[in-house]
């Protein structure tokens, strides 16, 4: 256990790995009288681990209602001794009282300087869209979008390549107050895997309010056709909302993975990523 200055034993920090299917969540953020990701896991860790209060659990990133995800990190802090004590069979007793559209698939104790919200180098988004004439296989309707329209990839491609790198994506934003909406895309890039059937991955270092979501609904327009290859660039740098840009359902969206940097680097990266970014010459 470790213990502050005055000897007080210090709050064991835990990190959670976490998988759910978003359908039936009003989304990440707990919200009085709606069933939501967070506010089901801090009933279920209050309970398991018989805590006077639900502890407050905060995730790397806030998934919109219908998004799913298959590698969300949160942390959570819990007495040091109740840690001890109940730690091994922490997973399997969660296992017994979360809903099944709900799993934790490790906790551990977190490393020094760790910060689910704010260490992470990147999160990783995949968007899956099918263009089938038929429409998506009945398996696949809660995490697939039906696009009527045949697309071709090479265009979503084109036309996604130039809205990598760091930019300010206001135009495919839902504004908040006080909060910058520049943002470093690493990655956005279509494949198919199978017929008819397309996912794209959508990495940033962090992403603003419905900007996958945009994203994609622009990419679409090109990819059948209803837009040129540079229009996204052009709505890109008009730095507004572009009410042509049409926000794609949440279900097709699922965060894949948050990546940390090694253990030693962990504070310094959110120390960066708290600091109000600028882009050159502003």
């Given at each position: 256990m470790t213990e502050d200055r005055d000897g007080a034993v210090r709050p064991v920090k835990l990190r959670l790995d976490i998988a759910y299917d978003g359908t039936d969540f009003s989304g990440w953020a707990a919200q009085p009288g709606r069933r939501t990701v967070q506010g089901t896991l801090q009933e279920a860790v209050g309970r398991v681990l018989r805590l006077p209060e639900e502890p407050a659990i905060t995730c790397a990133g806030r998934t919109d209602a219908g998004v799913h995800a298959r590698g969300q990190v949160a942390e959570v802090s819990v007495p040091a001794d109740v840690w001890a004590a109940e730690g091994d069979r922490l997973l399997r007793r969660l296992a017994g009282v979360l809903p099944s559209d709900v799993r934790v698939g490790a906790v551990r104790p977190a490393p020094e300087g760790f910060d689910a919200r704010f260490s992470p180098l990147f999160r990783r988004y995949v968007y899956r869209v099918s263009d089938a004439p038929a429409g998506v296989p009945p398996l696949r309707r809660r995490d697939v979008l039906w696009h009527k329209r045949p697309l071709d990839l090479d265009r979503m491609n084109a036309a996604a390549a130039r809205l990598v790198g760091e930019h300010d994506f206001a135009a495919f934003c839902r504004r908040r107050e006080g909060a910058t909406t520049i943002r470093e895309l690493l990655r956005l890039h279509w494949v198919r895997e199978e017929e008819h059937l397309y996912a794209a991955t959508v990495q940033a270092d962090?992403?603003?309010?419905?900007?996958?979501?945009?994203?994609?609904?622009?990419?679409?327009?090109?990819?059948?056709?209803?837009?040129?290859?540079?229009?996204?660039?052009?709505?890109?740098?008009?730095?507004?909302?572009?009410?042509?840009?049409?926000?794609?359902?949440?279900?097709?969206?699922s965060l894949e993975e948050v990546r940390y940097p090694p253990e030693a680097e962990l504070a310094e990266r959110a120390r960066a990523t708290r600091r109000v970014r600028t882009l050159p010459g502003e």
């Open positions: 962090a992403f603003c309010h419905n900007m996958v979501r945009a994203l994609i609904g622009a990419l679409l327009a090109v990819g059948d056709g209803r837009r040129e290859i540079e229009w996204p660039r052009r709505v890109l740098a008009a730095g507004v909302r572009d009410s042509a840009v049409h926000v794609v359902p949440p279900h097709g969206l």
